[in-house]
Antibody
Framework: DVQLVESGGALVQPGGSLRLSCAAS????????MTWVRQAPAKGLEWVAN????????HYLDSVKGRFTISRDNAQKSLYLQMNTLRAEDTGVYYC?????????WGQGTLVTVSS | QSALTQPASVSGSPGQSITISCTGT?????????VSWFQQYPGKAPKLMIY???NRPSGVSNRFSGSKSGNTASLTISGLQAEDEADYYC?????????FGTGTKVTVL
């Protein structure tokens, strides 16, 4: 069975950093683009970033460009999101999803709270 | 990166059909046949219901169907059931990125 398990969410102060991880299993990780999607409390889904099969192509939401970095380790079947200079508006549940647009599989999400 | 526009809420009685619209631009919804629809219950991860405008993943009820005309995509739920009460989001491919809709709360009366 396909599984995506996020971790790394925490309470962090504004301006702080956090690294999220997503462990994948049940499929050939290197065959798929991967995407991070977030959801602020009581708000809608927001596309954050994606990365291609071998990490040579990455794309970001304008508001996180220069602050967030998406990466992957195909040997470890893991996806990462390094988040720097965090702002209150970055608060929310962060999901990893398989694919570039179909998003057939999602993790359970990890909560990031940016607050002093 | 503006969100796609969906109605905030749609309601219907059991057995009825409802349609949720998703309006974008020629750069996203209108430009590609890569629109997906997701169902989300409170506190849960989204679930893929429709992909590539009108395709249903294995295991999704055939009461769910998708279509597109120009810059607007639509999700139709026929034979509405109590379990369909949830939030629904559309998404579209856009220039190697993605964009989600604003979300629609479906209420079964």
């Amino acid at each position: 069975d396909v599984q995506l398990v996020e971790s790394g969410g925490a309470l962090v102060q504004p301006g702080g950093s956090l690294r999220l991880s997503c462990a994948a299993s049940g499929f050939t990780f290197s065959d798929y683009w991967m995407t991070w999607v977030r959801q602020a409390p009581a708000k809608g889904l927001e596309w954050v970033a994606n990365i291609n099969y071998d990490g040579t192509e990455r794309h970001y939401l304008d508001s996180v460009k220069g602050r967030f970095t998406i990466s992957r380790d195909n040997a470890q079947k893991s996806l990462y999101l390094q988040m720097n200079t965090l702002r209150a508006e970055d608060t929310g549940v962060y999901y990893c999803a398989r694919g570039q647009h179909k998003f057939a599989y999602w993790g359970q999400g990890t909560l990031v709270t940016v607050s002093s | 990166q503006s969100a796609l526009t969906q109605p905030a809420s749609v309601s219907g009685s059991p057995g009825q059909s409802i349609t949720i619209s998703c309006t974008g631009t020629s750069s996203d919804v209108g430009g590609y046949n890569l629109v997906s629809w997701f169902q989300q219950y409170p506190g849960k991860a989204p679930k893929l219901m429709i992909y590539e405008v009108s395709n249903r993943p294995s295991g999704v009820s055939n009461r769910f169907s998708g279509s597109k005309s120009g810059n607007t995509a639509s999700l139709t739920i026929s034979g509405l059931q109590a379990e369909d009460e949830a939030d629904y989001y559309c998404s579209s491919y856009k220039d190697s990125r993605g964009v989600f809709g604003t979300g629609t709360k479906v209420t079964v009366l």
